[in-house]
């Protein structure tokens, strides 16, 4: 069977991804964003919800809307941390086991305990600015560009 390719087919999409280093809660890395920058994120209503086989992790997610530049913005934690409970033996010799799971967001990005995903219309917001403002707040470890044409499931970015 013949395979075609595209030679000029480009992926286009009007996305950046920002790379967040911190230990603090989402609450507070959302917090502290809207006290370094010109943003109002606003938990929303429903977490981010992933299946796996064992478990299903949460992901709070914050959104924040820049009407001037009509971009939309996101803050989601990437990593879920819970305890999946099972029972072993029965009757008297009845054990709870008790396993801590970590399920990771993106995983190419292991690393990063949070994403900001900004969605443009017109790639005109200043992405670089946010960046050098989050890191000479000096709350977060550190800051920076993700690649989001290296994700292998960007679906997991999809919030609404």
């Known amino acids: 069977m013949a395979t075609f ?7 286009e999409e009007d ?5 967040i280093h911190s230990s603090l809660p989402a609450y507070r890395v959302a917090y502290y964003i809207n006290k370094h920058s010109d943003h ?9 919800e992933l299946f796996t086989d064992r478990i299903i992790a949460t992901f709070p997610v914050y959104k924040d809307y820049d009407e001037k530049l ?7 934690a990437n990593r879920f ?5 099972g029972v072993s033996g029965t009757g008297l010799f009845e054990t709870i086991d008790e396993e801590e799971i970590t399920v990771t967001l993106l995983k190419e990005y292991h690393k990063v305990d949070f994403i900001l995903k900004i969605e443009q219309n017109n790639m005109s917001y200043p992405v670089q600015k946010l960046i050098n403002d989050l890191n000479k707040a000096q ?8 690649d989001y044409f290296k994700l292998k499931n960007k679906d997991y ?3 609404e």
């Open 40 to 48: 109002c994120f606003e938990r929303k209503q429903t977490d981010h």
């Open 70 to 76: 009509q971009t939309q913005l996101y803050l989601v």
């Open 157 to 159: 970015l999809i919030f």
């Open 139 to 146: 709350t977060f470890t550190s800051c920076y560009l993700l």
């Open 5 to 11: 390719k595209l030679s000029d087919w480009e992926e």
């Open 15 to 19: 996305v950046s991804l920002i790379g």
């Open 81 to 85: 941390k819970g305890v999946l409970k």
